[in-house]
């Protein structure tokens, strides 16, 4: 299931135009043979973690492991002994402590140790939930964009996931200081506005992260892995939240998309067009519906285009999408493994689920199927 999923998001986010990817999981090996097949460049985290956090249907609990993680974040440095590099350089590798509130501080601090000396970047969802901001309040009397700055963690090679939930937002009720802290430290952001926007959640907002100077950068998160929708999402939910045409314009979401990740990954050689940089190129067609009339070619991308739009995409010289389709990948089969492995999922869902609800229970259909 997990290896018909990632070649799905692959072949999506090339679709859409996406060249490099950060992927975060625990199964890095289907990687080896997918990455050179598709030919995405992908930063792969090895996640690990001290405990989880769970839930009785009351509050949120945790469960901390014997040895604090270490035996977990020892085999994410074995992966990037064993394969960063691999797949012709396609294939690098960063360090992933799993959850702000499910890792300990000696966890992190081993953490940035091993990133400074390998020369890695490093990235760690934080200030995700309500719960978890609540949760490191009550640990440490502090946000947990303070605490990490005071043990040392928050750095320039970090990239934190989401920092959504921070001081100075309705969503905390607490005061501001948050956003300047990362700022300071040279820390950026992965914002991912469609996992959160359709959950009735916005940042607060894109323009002010901008405002103070931290660098941004865009995911997905979920389904769909389109990036162009990323842009869009960024930009219109920061002006809803700023009553601001102006707040977020065009280039603000297109350089966090491009620009901003590059420097998030550490490197100069993407994300750009220049001599010496990386053959990453993504061609969109200027005559399809969405990208006339053509005058502004990034407003057009932000605000109308779609994936059927991107014409081709290279990564590194290689073409790997060509007239709109994936070049090395039957992208029928692809529809139909992960529709398949769809089936295969839902009547198992109970069985995951904390009180044992079907999938009906948990994602009821939209109406009634009919019966006639």
């Known amino acids: 299931m997990y290896r018909v999923c990632l070649a799905y998001s692959l072949g999506e986010l090339l679709r859409g135009g996406t060249t490099t990817v950060v992927e975060l999981g625990r199964n890095g090996q289907d990687l080896l043979s997918l990455v050179p097949l598709f030919?995405?460049?992908?930063?792969?985290?090895?996640?690990?973690?001290?405990?989880?956090?769970?839930?009785?249907?009351?509050?949120?609990?945790?469960?901390?492991?014997?040895?604090?993680?270490?035996?977990?974040?020892?085999?994410?440095?074995?992966?990037?002994?064993?394969?960063?590099?691999?797949?012709?350089?396609?294939?690098?590798?960063?360090?992933?402590?799993?959850?702000?509130?499910?890792?300990?501080?000696?966890?992190?601090?081993?953490?940035?140790?091993?990133?400074?000396?390998?020369?890695?970047?490093?990235?760690?969802?934080?200030?995700?939930?309500?719960?978890?901001?609540?949760?490191?309040?009550?640990?440490?009397?502090k946000t947990p964009v303070a605490w990490l700055r005071d043990i040392g963690f928050l750095q320039q090679n970090v990239i934190l996931g989401h920092a959504i939930i921070v001081g100075g937002t309705s969503w905390t009720n607490y005061p501001p200081g948050d956003l300047e802290t990362i700022a300071e430290s040279g820390s950026s952001v992965a914002h991912s506005p469609w996992v959160f926007g359709r959950r009735g959640i916005a940042m607060e907002s894109f323009f002010?992260?901008?405002?103070?100077?931290?660098?941004?950068?865009?995911?997905?998160?979920?389904?769909?892995?389109?990036?162009?929708?990323a842009m869009r999402w960024a930009a219109i939910l920061s002006k809803l939240t700023e009553r601001r045409t102006d707040s977020t314009v065009a280039r603000d979401v297109f350089n966090a998309a491009t620009l901003g990740g590059a420097k998030a990954l550490g490197r100069e050689d993407l994300g750009r067009l220049r001599p010496g940089a990386k053959a990453d190129i993504v061609l969109f067609s200027a005559r399809s519906m969405n990208m006339v009339p053509l005058r502004d070619p990034v407003k057009n991308i932000v605000y109308n285009a779609e994936m059927e739009d991107v014409e081709s995409v290279i990564v590194g010289g290689r073409i790997v999408v060509e007239g709109g389709r994936l070049k090395t990948v039957n992208e029928a089969e692809l529809i139909r493994?992960?529709?398949?492995?769809?089936?295969?999922?839902?009547?198992?869902?109970?069985?995951?689920?904390?009180?044992?609800?079907?999938?009906?229970?948990?994602?009821?259909?939209?109406?009634?199927?009919?019966?006639?």
Not at 43 to 53: E, K, L
Not at 214 to 229: A, E, F, Y
């Open 39 to 141: 030919g995405n460049r992908v930063y792969y985290g090895h996640m690990y973690r001290s405990g989880q956090w769970y839930t009785d249907g009351r509050q949120v609990l945790y469960a901390w492991e014997k040895d604090g993680g270490k035996e977990a974040m020892n085999r994410a440095f074995a992966f990037i002994e064993d394969h960063d590099g691999d797949c012709g350089g396609l294939l690098r590798c960063l360090l992933s402590p799993a959850q702000v509130d499910t890792c300990s501080e000696e966890l992190l601090a081993k953490t940035q140790e091993e990133a400074k000396k390998r020369g890695l970047p490093v990235t760690l969802h934080t200030s995700q939930s309500v719960n978890e901001f609540q949760e490191i309040l009550k640990r440490h009397g």
């Open 208 to 229: 002010k992260y901008q405002k103070v100077g931290i660098t941004m950068s865009l995911g997905t998160d979920t389904c769909p892995q389109n990036m162009i929708q």
């Open 337 to 372: 493994k992960l529709q398949e492995a769809g089936s295969r999922m839902w009547p198992r869902m109970a069985a995951h689920d904390r009180v044992g609800r079907s999938v009906d229970q948990l994602s009821p259909l939209t109406f009634d199927l009919w019966e006639g």
